[in-house]
């Protein structure tokens, strides 16, 4: 059985940084690609980055340059490194297995899905 624990989620202030991670369990990890996702209040959820198993990336223009998406396969986790951030991050925040190899912003082709972490950015 897959499982994905997301953790790093808190409060920051504008223009602060956060490290998100999510450990993996239950499948050959560095086999898959991996994304990150988050939604916000009475918002869809969105792409935010995605990383193959060759470490090629993948970035929503909204994040491109201020957030980096990272995994260590020897340790079954991705990270998502969120600097400059800004109110309008503030979201649920999800990890999510790829069901292939091929890094993707759709959320269907991720089969396998976190619980969430919570981000907030204060003004």
């Known amino acids: 059985q897959v499982q994905l624990v997301e953790s790093g989620g808190g409060l920051v202030q504008a223009g602060g940084s956060l490290r998100l991670s999510c450990a993996a369990s239950g499948r050959t990890f560095s086999s898959y690609a991996m994304g990150w996702f988050r939604q916000a209040p009475g918002k869809e959820r969105e792409f935010v980055a995605a990383?193959?198993?060759?470490?090629?990336?993948y970035y929503a223009d909204s994040v491109k340059g201020r957030f980096t998406i990272s995994r260590d396969n020897a340790k079954n986790t991705v990270y998502l490194q969120m600097n400059s951030l800004k109110p309008e991050d503030t979201a649920v925040y999800y990890c999510?297995?790829?069901?292939?190899?091929?890094?993707?912003?759709?959320?269907?082709?991720?089969?396998?899905w976190g619980q969430g972490t919570q981000v907030t950015v204060s003004s």
């Open positions: 990383i193959s198993w060759s470490a090629s990336t």
């Open positions: 999510a297995t790829h069901w292939g190899v091929a890094i993707s912003r759709e959320d269907y082709e991720y089969d396998y």
